[in-house]
């Protein structure tokens, strides 16, 4: 089955202990990307990869860092987390291949940061 | 600069009376638009995209979308809703030009009314 895997699902943390939330792919899809949802402001993108070793910068970059080192995976780090990033995460994948190519959601994974 | 803006933040309605919901876009090439649904502590699903093909966009449970260039808007709507169709809408608009970004509306939430 073609789907977009997070783990873990829920996390509770409290803050400055290192954290990563991992993301995987099965479709051979070249872009991936993560976005953090809150109320009232929709999805914003953290951080997005068009292919294996390369990333760049969304627009809520600050406290996140990600690494792009085979083609299926794609984790979220926080280095420090802090309350300000309790968030519902997810990430995403699509091929680029094209231009009308939508994307498709892992479940999400609701942090919570204390 | 790019950017998508759905104009009402929560829309209710009657069971079996029509949806609207409202999103208009800003971008500098022809754009590429979807609407994703989210179902309560569910992720998100692609309802329908536009692909330049035809103007009005057919998607899953009859959800239609209309793409109107001058109007620069990209509503969604239904004929008759149900239940079920309480969730919340996003309007998203896909970004090419160097990068490759996605740009999420702030979100609709629907309520249907017994």
């Not at chain 1, 699509?94 to 204390?114: I, K, S």
């Not at chain 2, 500098?28 to 536009?50: A, D, E, I, M, T």
């Not at chain 2, 109007?71 to 149900?82: C, G, I, N, R, V």
Request: charged letters at 20%.
């Amino acid at each position: 089955e073609a789907q977009v895997t997070q783990n873990p699902r829920y996390l509770i943390t409290v803050t400055g202990k290192k954290l990563t939330v991992t993301c995987s792919q099965n479709m051979n899809h070249e872009y991936m990307s993560w976005y953090r949802q809150d109320p009232g402001l929709g999805l914003r993108q953290i951080y997005y990869s068009m292919n294996v070793e390369v990333t760049d910068k969304g627009d809520v970059p600050e406290g996140y860092k990600v690494s792009r080192k085979e083609k299926r995976n794609f984790p979220l780090i926080l280095e420090s987390p802090s309350p300000n990033q309790t968030s519902l995460y997810f990430c995403a994948s699509t091929r680029l291949a094209g231009v009308y190519n939508e994307q498709f959601f892992g479940p999400g994974t609701r942090l919570t940061v204390l | 600069a790019q950017s998508v803006t759905q104009l009402d933040s929560h829309v209710s309605v009657s069971e079996g009376t029509p949806v609207l919901l409202r999103c208009n876009y800003s971008s500098s090439y022809s754009p590429s638009l979807f609407w994703y649904v989210q179902h309560p502590n569910k992720g998100l699903q692609l309802l329908l995209k536009y692909t330049s093909a035809a103007t009005l966009v057919k998607g899953i449970n009859g959800f239609e979308a209309e793409f109107k260039k001058s109007e620069t808007s990209f509503h969604l709507t239904k004929p008759s809703a149900h239940m079920s169709d309480a969730a919340e809408y996003f309007c998203v608009v896909s970004v090419i030009s160097g990068t490759y970004k996605y740009i999420f509306g702030t979100g609709t939430r629907l309520k249907v009314l017994a």
